[in-house]
């Protein structure tokens, strides 16, 4: 469901971005506002991001090789952490330059099309506010009880919380070009809109800064989250089995590695200790569906071994 999901958001964003960034680009050849010119870059950046989302997640399903016997699920969160570059360079940096020249040569919204960019701004308004109705609805789907800035930095599908501030970040770019491009027309000022282009800028950098924050710790690898370890934990000790070490590693969204090391009795045959492993395993695929590699090492109980040096390897009980 959440990769369904997060696809269904990202076809949302694009068709809403591709539609503005066009409008956008109109308006501003009309008008030769910079806040529009920034917003309609901005939009481009955007429309590429969710590009790249797809690719990954396309990109991502591919079987498992012996060049990468783990799979490619990490590619998503490599294109991720692509789109937190784009949205930094392309969209925050420009526009960042685009608001210093407009404040260093400022120039009012003159002609007969001074409306155009409040009608595209208000349209636009409206059209990204629905892809973001669909990018909560999608979320709402997987992030349980948890608060939205927990579920940005905590998710494991990076479609989702990725497609939520760039939408979020689009509203709020939105109007902030409104109010630029308002009190450029009010005043005959053009330095309003060089303000609103900074705003903009800034406002596109610090997601970028967020998006490129938490994509690097998915992609030197997170653990799986305290809800899915105690449900592992209580999986494997169902039995009696007693747990020397647990470690779990994220390959992918939907794709959790498992390795533990468990405790088994001094007098158990290897037919009693696979079987062991067998059920084991069984438990933990029933409580973390998404737990597809598990690797299990028997020990003796260190309670029983009456002397000699521990195991190597051996973390203690």
Known sequence: MAANGGTKAIVAALAANL???VLKFVAFILTLSSSMLAEAIHSVADSGNQVLLLVGGKRAQRAASPEHPFGYGRERYIYAFIVSIVLFSVGGLFALYEAWEKIQHPHGIEGDFWWVPLAVLVGAIIAEGFSFRTAIVEANHVRGSQGWISFVRTAKQPELPVILLEDFGALLGLVFALFGVGLTLLTGDGIWDGIGTGMIGLLLVAIAVILAMETKSLLLGESAT?????RIRHAIEADGTAIIHL???HLG??????????SVEAGDSGLDIAKAIDDAEARIRSAVPIARVIYLEPDIRRAQVASGPALAGDSGA
């Open 19 to 21: 539609t503005i960034a």
């Open 226 to 230: 305290k809800d899915d370890v105690g």
């Open 247 to 249: 470690k779990t590693l």
């Open 253 to 262: 969204p939907e794709e959790l590695l498992v390795a533990a090391k468990i």
